[in-house]
């Protein structure tokens, strides 16, 4: 695929997000849906508003073909899979709403998503109180899978990047860097961009890293030259960015208006299509990122992209559909394990799964205990970068001289 060749995300979005919602339940037990009740599992996410919406579309495809193998597989516990797709606009109040509705109304046995960061956090204390697990594949905040108090039950999983992993590895190269003299933050309002920046600022004070600004802008905004004039000021020479695809892009092209170009380090939502579309093969060119799937995949990892492809909307959301794959097992094994789609047995058996698990973004041995409920850590990062209107495995000799006491915080 070339950028060139790519229709607009918002077509895409279109015809994807209705066949997405269009796609029947799928039967896993192989005996037909009269065999047994089936489980009811929700999906709640952006679908459509956002610049992550994209995530959320792939996340699903990969929800759906996990769903397919297990039923070639005979199902989980003789039953059916059945999903219920609510998107949630990236609104924080409709994802509230979403949640209530799958959990209360649709009786889902656990919930996937969301796509954005803040409305996890708005709703994670519902799934808490119900005893519902949910399996995140998207939203990267640090605290989405935290436990609401100290000793208490936490029903919040995930299964893909989580941001204090990305931002620990991130100020690592800031630091090693010989340019890396002079630090500066940009961050979205949102609460996916202030998240991120609790962790940096935590993170540059672990470090003892020299911060010299700290900037943010709306998700919306199209012209961050005023911030980046006083980064530039400031001297800064390694700018830290959290926030979503198209605004990073946006800043990209402030960047080219003003001719700054400190070194750029960005949240992992840079792997979006709506980051290239916003700023364009060339400028995109200049961020350096982390993800959890590398873009030398394996051969398993090649087969599932060639399966899936068709219904993404661009290769790029591969990462996203791996998440949705790899939650949709991990959590059909803790059914099996515990026997039951009972929220608190199936939270227990997450947390203590039995062997090992081949997912696609890796092989899983006790993902999840009491105290970790992300699956994916330091060791899954990969660094990426745009190349030619691609995604592209990105080194240089700062990446080669990481050490892992260069990963604090």
């Keep these: 695929m070339t950028y060139s060749s790519n229709p607009s995300r918002r077509d895409i979005g279109r015809g994807a997000l209705a066949a997405l919602i269009a796609a029947p339940a799928l039967s896993l037990s192989g005996r037909g849906a009269s065999a047994a009740e089936d489980i009811k599992l929700g999906f709640n996410g952006d679908l459509s508003a956002s610049p992550s919406a994209q995530s959320g579309r792939a996340a699903v495809v990969g929800i759906q073909a996990a769903m397919e193998d297990l039923q070639k597989q005979g199902g989980v516990l003789g039953r059916n899979f059945a999903l219920t797709i609510r998107d949630d606009l990236s609104q924080p109040p409709k994802s509230i ?125 199209t012209d961050m030259t005023s911030q980046l004039a006083k980064l530039k000021a400031a001297g800064v020479d390694t700018a830290l960015v959290w926030a979503q695809g198209t605004p990073i892009g946006q800043l990209m092209r402030s960047m080219d208006k003003i001719g700054y170009f400190p070194v750029t380090l ?77 929220g608190p047995k199936v939270r227990a058996a997450l947390e203590d799964l039995k062997g090992t698990i081949e997912g696609y973004a890796k092989t899983y041995t006790r993902p999840f205990t009491t105290a970790n409920h992300d699956a994916l850590g330091a060791a899954d990062q990969r660094w990426t970068c745009w190349r030619g209107g691609k995604l592209a495995a990105y080194r240089d000799d700062v990446i080669d001289a990481l050490k892992s006491d260069d990963f604090k915080g």
């Design 97 to 221: 709403q979403n949640m209530s509705d799958l959990i209360d109304n649709e009786k889902v046995a656990a919930v996937f998503g969301p796509t954005n960061s803040g409305n996890a956090l708005a709703w994670r204390h519902i799934p808490n109180q119900k005893r519902i697990p949910v399996m995140g594949c998207i939203g990267s905040a640090t605290d989405i899978t935290k436990a609401m108090s100290a000793g208490s039950d936490n029903y919040m999983f995930r299964v893909g990047s989580v941001d204090r992993t990305q931002v620990v590895a991130l100020m690592g190269y800031a630091k090693k860097s010989p340019n890396g003299k002079r630090i500066g933050f940009l961050t979205e309002t949102t609460g996916y961009g202030q998240g991120g920046l609790k962790d940096l600022q935590e993170v540059a004070q672990a470090q003892g890293m020299n911060v010299v600004a700290n900037e943010k802008f709306n998700v919306a905004d």
């Design 266 to 342: 960005t949240s992992w939502a840079a792997d979006n299509l709506s980051f290239i579309n916003a700023s364009g093969p060339a400028l995109a060119e200049k961020p350096i990122f982390l993800r959890t799937v590398s873009e030398d995949r394996s051969p398993r990892q090649q087969a599932l992209f060639d399966r899936i492809r068709p219904k993404l909307d661009a290769d790029s959301a591969f990462s996203f559909a791996v998440h949705g794959y790899d939650c949709t097992l991990l959590l059909a094994k803790a059914m099996q394990q515990a026997g039951s789609t009972e």
